[in-house]
């Protein structure tokens, strides 16, 4: 209630305090005279009034008022308000705020009060033509303070707004900070938060609350086609309300109501062809992007200030796997699929664990996108988040490889979440991509962004940046990336596209930022063919000049080659031409239907064709956005939420064995054995439960000795499924193997991942039969268990061991592995040995008695020579392969060659095979280890191991191993 409405004149300046009086005159004095007897009158009036019923009325009700506002102080101040309201709305009524006026009100606006909070409600709910009016003022009065508010007023609100901060290009271009800073970044010029958040308020301000709504549904366009729209349905128009009531916290939990990743899919959402693209600002779209991730960033700047709140938020929360109501939940992947969909399960109260493939969390998020697009300490965040719900992170984890779909399931999870992503590089095919210095876009950003290869106490070697002539190869939001990272490293970038700008798929905000950053942009350019300097290394590009013919099948013009071709000098070229399916988690589970591109299929909603198992994101769809997995994996979860109904008692059940497997797969990879075997070889053992459990034959891991480490495959010498351990021999060459060779029992290694690549094909063959292995050194541990495993299936087995000299001898003695063997299978082993200098066995090299088989008409002992498997290194492979080819002998060599994830997702291990007279391009990681060795073409395989080798001597003297 109020007791006296402000007078609808009266301005806000009057209230300012009265001028003092001038000096008293003759006239004044009379007139005091007169003054004082109208008083006295006035007082016999008071007097007679003071005894009147209305008066008493009027006493009674300010005693009722005293005891109100004593009772509630705060409606005291709401009259204040309510009057200042009042004066303001008279302002707005004139044609022009004035210059007085703004300042005090935009003082007013900053002290973040009660009075501010209404005054921002009541500027966002009064009607366009005086919120022009408040922008043409500020933009009059204030631009000298703020200069973003200069000209803000031109076209505003559907042509003009004031833009988020991002960093100038020169500033910018050599350095891996945040690019765009947002509206957040005006902090960083010394503006302060509360004036940072009227920034954002004031963009809000152009809003028209559209009651369609077409940033949340999209439109439907007049072919039937859907156009835009948020793929998590995020509520924005109630964003901006809230947002237009200065309700900034209130904003945020709609935001994450919906979408749990608002800081990541803010910044890397296209949102051009998404929300902002059917915004009806047409001119110039509300930035509802910078929006949404300028929420959650504002309070996790707010929240260092105030751990305490966030502490009391938790106080009585219960870890989903100690309460157990719930059953629990795998997830595959931690991309923002698998983040976004376990995030959304742990919230509901499923104890949830997220089994990742690689050493680090956030799929593409971290390895893909780079820290100056998306910091990683967003990931971090998250992923803190979904622990503190109770989610639990298993890493170095392959599903299809560490354990199949159905382990899971058998270990208790009551259904499995698959955002495996989709990323299996692509190439063009073209000759020439074999070269040193012909990368796939994925090893380059995997090389930078994941293992940090940029900084000097990280292990993964780089290709040489340094003003170095790039080419990049594409035009989507990889290619933007890759050319950036290459720009910052130094190089003289060119991104290289067979269509036209307007055609490039990347987002547009990621090219014009590339541009500015001084990126060259060749376009209408198709690569022919790589050409080599000498050395095996790349020195230029023949590229095809394009020009648009009809729209192909995607919508956009086709590139149609003209028959002209250019030249373009470079010393590395980087593949960004999208990603297939990574096949691992088809190929070992044939129940899971997959597109004829290798994508998942969903049968019912988010299910795939096997029970229980749901699927989402890239894995299902290819290539495609952050956003659209994140909405993926959010149906995926309330489906999953929806589908399950299973007793307390089997909850119970699962949760429990869930929660050992869970605990089982995340065991450190503690070293239990460690012996030298030969100078400067060692044999290994360490714990790996999961991995023992799995492996075959063959079969190799993907070794992160340390943090900082490299990743390096290693072939599987042994394994104990009983013991939970596997063993390594690990020769040291390189700076890491040296690392790892120098480890003690009781250290762990940072990761391994596997078991990976194929196992052997093994055959049964007849009594009068021999496969013959060919060891080479450090080839007779990954030897061993294939040839065991021809024992144990009865073939016979010859083994040719070959090394340097009799010092370098290991695991022949009495009592070691090739003899226990001996013991084991008796005759059906015949091992022949050879020292390079003839100190043991035979002189030469494993070749020799190979040749004298094949000379015998491919006879061994009596024994026709089944087939040939050589192991070792690539010169001895090599050397094996030429052999027995020209004796039509079946062989088969192991590669282990460069790798950065050695399960396909990079495209290192590349093997240049020949097929029917055709160049294809086969992977160690996924094809192999094993491959024909007659179809390797190893003039171009060979000096692909020569990539890094300066970096590597250059590391090696970095740690003084020389
Ligand atoms: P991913 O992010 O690929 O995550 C999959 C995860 O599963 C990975 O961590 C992987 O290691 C793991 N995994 C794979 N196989 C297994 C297995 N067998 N067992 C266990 N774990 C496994 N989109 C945008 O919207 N905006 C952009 O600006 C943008 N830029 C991009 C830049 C680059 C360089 C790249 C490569 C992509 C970009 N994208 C962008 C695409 C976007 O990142 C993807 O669409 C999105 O990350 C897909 O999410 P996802 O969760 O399905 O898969």
Redesign the pocket.
């Known amino acids: 209630m109020r007791i006296e409405a402000a007078s609808p004149g009266r301005r806000l300046d009057a209230v300012k305090p009265a001028p003092s009086p001038p000096a008293p005159k003759r006239e004044d004095i009379e007139a005091y005279a007169e003054a004082t007897h109208a008083l006295e009158a006035t007082q016999d009036e008071v007097d007679r009034l003071e005894h009147t019923e209305a008066f008493e009325t009027f006493q009674k009700q300010l005693g009722l008022l005293r005891k109100r506002l004593l009772a509630s102080p705060q409606s005291l101040r709401q009259m204040f308000i309510d009057d200042g309201v009042q004066a303001i709305v008279w302002e707005f009524k004139q044609d022009a705020l004035g210059a007085d006026f703004t300042h005090v009100l935009w003082d007013l606006l900053l002290r973040d009060d009660a009075m501010s909070a209404v005054l921002q409600r009541f500027i966002w709910s009064v009607p366009l033509k005086f919120k022009r009016r408040f922008v043409a003022a500020i933009d009059a009065h204030l631009s000298e303070r703020y200069p973003m508010f200069a000209g803000l007023s031109k076209d505003w609100p559907s042509g003009n707004f004031i833009p988020p901060y991002v960093r100038p290009a020169a500033q910018r271009k050599d350095d891996f900070e945040l690019v765009t800073t947002g509206y957040l970044g005006y902090l960083s010029l010394g503006y302060s938060q509360r004036e940072v958040d009227l920034i954002v308020w004031l963009e809000v301000l152009r809003d028209k609350q559209c009651e369609d709504r077409p940033c949340v549904h999209g439109i439907t366009l007049a072919n039937g086609k859907q156009k835009g729209g948020c793929p998590v349905a995020i509520l924005i128009p109630d964003m901006l309300n809230l947002l237009g009531e200065g309700r900034f916290k209130d904003a945020l939990k709609l935001i994450q109501s919906c979408n749990p990743l608002p800081n990541v899919t803010g910044r890397?959402?296209?949102q051009e062809h998404q929300c902002q693209g059917v915004c009806t600002m047409t001119g110039r779209p509300l930035e509802i992007g910078q929006l949404e991730w300028f929420l959650p960033e504002r309070e996790r700047l707010l929240a260092k200030d105030h751990p305490e709140e966030d502490e009391e938020a938790w106080k009585n929360y219960v870890n989903p796997w100690e309460g157990a109501t719930k059953p629990p939940i795998a997830v595959?992947?931690?991309?923002?699929?698998?983040l976004i969909n376990a995030y959304l399960l742990s919230t509901e109260g499923y104890p949830v664990t997220i089994?990742?493939?690689?050493h680090e969390l956030?799929?593409?998020?971290r390895y893909?996108?780079p820290e100056f697009?998306l910091p990683n300490t967003l990931i971090d965040d998250t992923v803190s988040k979904i622990q503190r719900l109770g989610g639990k992170f298993v890493t170095n984890?392959?599903?299809?490889?560490t354990a199949t779909l159905q382990n899971l399931k058998d270990a208790g999870f009551a259904k499995v979440f698959v955002?495996?992503?989709?990323?299996l590089p692509r190439f063009l095919s073209v000759p020439g991509e074999h070269l040193n210095g012909v990368m796939s876009?994925?090893e380059f950003?995997t090389r930078v962004n994941l293992m940090q290869a940029r900084l000097e106490d990280h292990e993964t070697p780089l290709p040489f940046v340094k003003d170095k002539n790039i080419i990049i190869i594409g035009g989507g939001?990889?290619a933007m990336?890759a050319a950036r990272t290459s720009k910052r490293l130094g190089g003289n970038v060119t991104i290289v596209y067979r269509r036209t700008r307007k055609e490039m798929p990347a987002?547009v905000e990621?090219l014009a930022h590339a541009l500015e950053e001084e990126i060259n942009l060749m376009v209408l350019r198709g690569p022919r063919e790589f050409v080599s300097g000498g050395e095996h290394h790349v020195c230029h590009a023949v590229v095809e000049v394009m020009e648009l013919g009809p729209p192909d099948k995607s919508g956009r013009r086709s590139p149609v080659p003209t028959g002209a071709t250019e030249t373009i000098p470079c010393d590395l070229v980087i593949m960004a031409l999208g990603?297939d399916s990574?096949p691992?988690?088809k190929d070992s589970d044939s129940r899971i239907k997959t597109s004829r591109w290798g994508t998942i299929v969903l049968e019912h909603g988010a299910e795939t064709a096997l029970d229980d198992v749901y699927s989402?994101?890239?894995?299902t769809r290819g290539?495609?956005?952050?956003?659209?997995?994140a909405g993926d994996?959010k149906r995926a979860a309330e489906q999953i939420a929806h589908d399950l109904h299973l007793s307390a008692a089997e909850i119970a059940d699962r949760v429990a064995r869930a929660a050992d497997y869970t605990a089982q797969a995340a065991s450190p990879f503690t070293i239990v054995e460690r012996r030298d075997i030969a100078t400067g070889i060692v044999e290994i053992t360490a714990k790996a439960p999961m991995i023992a459990k799995s492996a075959r034959a063959g079969q190799f891991v993907r070794v992160l000795p340390e943090p900082k480490g490299e990743l390096i495959p290693l072939t599987l010498a042994d394994w104990d499924a009983k013991a939970g351990t596997i063993t390594l021999v690990v020769q040291g060459v390189g700076s890491s193997s040296i690392l790892i060779n120098n480890m003690k029992p009781g250290d762990a290694f940072a990761g391994i991942a596997g078991p990976l690549g194929q196992p052997s094909k093994l055959h049964h063959y007849a009594k009068d039969e021999t496969v013959v292995f060919c060891a080479g050194g450090v080839g007779l541990p990954p030897v061993y268990p294939i040839a065991r495993e021809h024992l144990r299936m009865g073939n016979h087995v010859t083994l040719i061991a070959g090394f340097r000299t009799e010092g370098a001898l290991f695991w022949v003695g009495a009592g070691e592995r090739v003899e226990a063997l001996q013991k084991e299978f008796g005759d059906q082993l015949e091992v022949i040995y050879c020292t390079n200098d003839g100190t043991f066995g035979l002189k030469g090299f494993v070749t020799m008695p190979l040749q004298a088989m094949m000379d015998a008409g491919k006879i061994s002992n009596g024994r026709k020579v089944a087939e040939v498997i050589a192991i070792g290194p690539p010169l001895m492979m090599r050397g094996v392969s030429e052999l027995t080819k020209k004796f039509a002998a079946p062989t088969v060599v192991s590669l282990n060659s460069i790798m950065v994830d050695a399960?396909g997702?990079c495209g290192a291990c590349m093997v240049p095979v020949v097929i029917e007279g055709k160049m294809v391009r086969k992977h160690a990681c996924i094809d192999g280890p094993e491959l024909d060795a007659h179809i390797i073409d190893w003039d171009k395989f060979l000096p692909r191991f020569q990539q890094f080798k300066a970096q590597e001597k250059a590391s090696l003297a970095r740690h003084g191993l020389n």
Not at 332 to 338: K, R, T
């Open positions: 890397v959402c296209p595959v992947g931690s991309g923002p699929a698998g089994f990742e493939a690689f956030g799929g593409v998020l893909g996108i697009r984890f392959v599903v299809g490889k955002g495996t992503g989709a990323g876009a994925n950003l939001n990889t990336d987002r990621e990603n990574n691992i988690i989402g994101g890239d894995a290539g495609s956005t952050a956003i659209n997995a994996g399960t997702m």
